[in-house]
T-cell receptor, first 117, second 109 residues
Framework: GAVVSQHPSWVICKSGTSVKIECRSLDFQATTMFWYRQFPKQSLMLMATSNEGSKATYEQGVEKDKFLINHASLTLSTLTVTSAHPEDSSFYIC?????????????FGPGTRLTVT | SQQGEEDPQALSIQEGENATMNCSYKTSINNLQWYRQNSGRGLVHLILIRSNEREKHSGRLRVTLDTSKKSSSLLITASRAADTASYFCATETPGKLIFGQGTTLQVKP
C-alpha cells in the first residue's frame, strides 16, 4: 500500500510554455502533499506543502505565481510550471501523507524530469 | 534550508566491503530517516530511527544516532553493486522534512 504516482515521468517543453505535473495517491487518501525540486547531483529542496482544499504554503524563495499548485481532491495534486525557462529544468518529486500522519510519514512519487529548451 | 549535512559527498568501494556514511543536523529532532535514490528515480525509504533509540538494524543496514552530537551514521555491510545510489538523511521540522546533501555511493563489482 501507500503508492504515489506521477505523470508524466519526463517532459520536454519550449521556453515560455507551461507544463503541468500530476501527483496521485493510488491507494490512500492524501490530506497533505509536498512538492520538491532536485537539481542534478543535489538534494531535494521542498518547494511547497499543499493541503486538500486549501491554498499551498510555499517555501521562502519559491515563486507562487510561477509554480501553481492545486490540491483539489484527496488523491490528486498538480504542479504547473508557468512560462517555463531553461533554469526551471529539474527533477520534480511529490510526496503524500495520510490524514493525521506526522510530516515525516511521507510516501514519495517516482519523480518527473522536466527539460525546458 | 538544509538541516543535514552528510559526509562523505561521494564514496567508492569494492563489492563486499562495508560503506559508512554520516549525517549531521542542527536542531533537536524527534526522529531521523534514511532514504536511497537510484539515479533519476524517486526515493526509497530505508529506515527510521527515533530520538530515544541509539541503534537500529534492517537487513544489511545499521543506523546509529547520537543526539548529543547531533549526528547519525548509516552502515551498509557486504555491499553489492545494486547498492550503488545516493543516500540521504532527513529530519522532521514542524510540518515538513528537511533533507541532507546526500552521499553518492558507487559499489564496483
Amino acid at each position: 500500500g501507500a503508492v504515489v504516482s506521477q505523470h508524466p515521468s519526463w517532459v520536454i517543453c519550449k521556453s515560455g510554455t507551461s507544463v503541468k505535473i500530476e501527483c496521485r495517491s493510488l491507494d490512500f487518501q492524501a490530506t497533505t502533499m509536498f512538492w520538491y525540486r532536485q537539481f542534478p547531483k543535489q538534494s531535494l529542496m521542498l518547494m511547497a506543502t499543499s493541503n486538500e482544499g486549501s491554498k499551498a504554503t510555499y517555501e521562502q524563495g519559491v515563486e507562487k505565481d510561477k509554480f501553481l499548485i492545486n490540491h483539489a481532491s484527496l488523491t490528486l495534486s498538480t504542479l504547473t510550471v508557468t512560462s517555463a525557462h531553461p533554469e526551471d529544468s529539474s527533477f520534480y518529486i511529490c510526496s503524500a501523507s495520510r490524514g493525521g500522519a506526522a510530516a515525516y510519514e511521507q510516501y514519495f512519487g517516482p519523480g518527473t524530469r522536466l527539460t525546458v529548451t | 534550508s538544509q538541516q543535514g549535512e552528510e559526509d562523505p559527498q561521494a564514496l567508492s568501494i569494492q563489492e563486499g566491503e562495508n560503506a559508512t556514511m554520516n549525517c549531521s543536523y542542527k536542531t533537536s529532532i524527534n526522529n531521523l530517516q534514511w532514504y536511497r535514490q537510484n539515479s533519476g528515480r524517486g526515493l526509497v525509504h530505508l529506515i527510521l530511527i527515533r530520538s530515544n533509540e541509539r541503534e537500529k538494524h534492517s537487513g544489511r543496514l545499521r543506523v546509529t544516532l547520537d543526539t548529543s552530537k547531533k549526528s547519525s551514521s548509516l552502515l551498509i555491510t557486504a555491499s553489492r553493486a545494486a547498492d550503488t545510489a545516493s543516500y540521504f538523511c532527513a529530519t522532521e521540522t514542524p510540518g515538513k522534512l528537511i533533507f541532507g546533501q546526500g552521499t553518492t555511493l558507487q559499489v564496483k563489482p
